[in-house]
C-alpha cells in the first residue's frame, strides 16, 4: 500500500530534521530548469547543498532518470519514489557532506542526559529516524522494569520487522490504548489483517479522539481496502480526516493523500501485501 | 406576467426572508410553459430552498445559509411537476455562489492543468478555484467573473456534471491539496527556502510540480 515517499514517517522526519524541503515550481514558464522544461516533472526529488558566500560550489544531485527513460517509466525502473530509496539516498547524502549534518538539535540535548525519561525521549527520537539499532542498544542498557520500555522496544523492533520479538516484547507493556495500537500496527505490518482489525476497532471504539486515532483510522481504511471495500475504506479515511484535521494530523495527511490517489484510478494503489505503509 | 396569489405571497415571503437573513438568491430562466402554484411550491419543498418565486420568466431561488442547491434537483423537480417547462441552464448568471461540479475522471492534479487552460480562456474568468473535491475524480470549483457573464458563456457545460448554489464555501480559501504530502513541512516558496538553506546551512531538498 505504497503512497509515495512520504508515507513513511521516518522519510518525513528526516526531511523536516535535515533538510529544507520546497516545492519547485515548474510550471512558470521561466525556462529550462534541472533540464526540465517548463511543465515537465522528469525529476521527482532535486537533493542539493545550500549556497554559502565564498563556499565551494553547490552539488546538486537529482533522482528520477533512468537511461533512456524519464517521468513515470524512470520511477517504476528505479525505484526513486519508495520511501526506503529516499531514505536512503537522504542518509547518503547528508554523510558525504557532513558539514551540513546537524544533529536534531533536542537529539543533541538529550544524548548525555542519564534520567531515564530523556533516556526513553531519546529512544523515541531516535526511532522516529528509523535508527533502530541505535534505540535497542539504548534500551537495552537501561536499568529498571521491562514494562517501561516495553512499547519502545516493541516499536524498534518491528521496524527492523522481527515480529515475534516485537510482539512478545509488547506483552510486559501497560495496558492501554497505546499498548493496542502497536500490537494493531505490529499485527498490520506483518500481514495478520484479522487481529489487525480486532485490535483498530477496539481501539477506536474507546479512544476515537486518541492522539494515534487518525493513525488507527488509516490502517483500518486500508484494511477495508485490502478487503475490497473502497467504500467502506474511502468512509473510515474521510472520518478520520473529519476528527483529526488535517492540519494537525500525519496521519490525516496520508488518508488525505491517499483519497487523491484513489482518484488516479482505484487500481493505481497498489494492494500488494508486501508494500509498506 | 403570470402573478397568481401564491406567487404573490411566495414573493413576499422572499422578499421578507432576504431581508432577515442573506442566504445565496439565484435566478434561474424559464422557459416553455409557465410553472405552476403546484410546481413552485414542489421547488419549495427541496431541501436547502428557503424561498422560491416566479417573476415572469425568471424563477428566484433563495438557499438556506451553509446548505446547498443543485440545478439538477431543480430539474428534476420540473419534470415531474412541469414538464413542459424547462429551466436554461445556460442562461443562469453566474455568481458568487455559483459552484461548478464536474467529474474529472482522473485526479484533481491532472484535471487542474487542463481545467485552468479552458477557463483562461474565457475572457471573463479572472480567477478561479477548486473548493472541494471528492473519490474518483469529481471535484468543486468556482470562478470569479469580470462583469456579467452566464455560465453558457463558459462553453460546453455538458461538462459540468451539477451547478451548486451555496454559501458553504464563502471565505474559505482553495483547499491546499499539498498538504497531503505527508506532513512534511514545506516552504512558501522556493526563494524562503534557499535563505533559510543557505542561513541555517542545511540542504535543500527540491520536489517539482509540474503537475503531471
Known sequence: MRTGPFSDPV???????YFVPVHLNNIDGSGIRYNMPPGHEDAYFILETPETADGPEVESITYGWSDGHDGPVAAENTHVLEPWFMKQEMLKFLGRHSQFDHEWPELARLKDATDPVSRLRLVELLLDEGAADQALALLDAMPGPLTRTAQARARALRQQKRWDEAAAALSSAPAGPATIIEEARIAFDRGDSNLAQEMLDAFLAHHPDHVDAA?????????????????????VWREGIARHPVTKSLFSQKAHLTLIRQNWSIDTVARSNTDEH | MRITMGNLLISTLLAVSLTAAS?????????????????????????????????????????????????????AVLTEHAPDSRLERDGVTIGDHTIFQMNAGVCFFCAEGPLGQTLSRRSFVSDWSVVDYYAKGRLRFRINAD???????????????????????????????????GGVAWRANEAIARQEASRAQKPLILFPTAGT
Open chain 1, 11 to 17: 522519510v518525513v522526519a528526516l526531511i523536516n530534521r
Open chain 1, 215 to 235: 493513525e488507527a483510522y488509516y490502517l483500518r481504511g486500508w484494511l477495508y481496502f485490502r478487503a475490497g471495500d473502497d467504500n467502506a475504506a474511502l468512509e
Open chain 2, 23 to 75: 442566504g445565496p438568491v439565484v435566478e434561474l430562466p424559464i422557459s416553455g410553459a409557465p410553472l405552476s402554484d403546484e410546481a413552485l411550491a414542489a421547488i419549495e419543498q427541496l431541501p436547502g430552498v428557503r424561498a422560491a418565486a416566479l417573476d415572469r420568466d425568471v424563477l428566484s431561488l433563495e438557499v438556506t445559509p451553509d446548505f446547498e442547491v443543485s440545478v439538477s434537483d431543480v430539474v
Open chain 2, 147 to 181: 462583469g456579467k457573464a452566464t455560465i453558457g458563456a463558459l462553453g460546453g457545460t455538458g461538462a459540468f456534471e451539477d451547478i451548486i448554489i451555496t454559501d458553504r464555501y464563502e471565505g474559505l480559501g482553495a483547499p491546499n491539496l499539498y498538504w497531503a504530502t
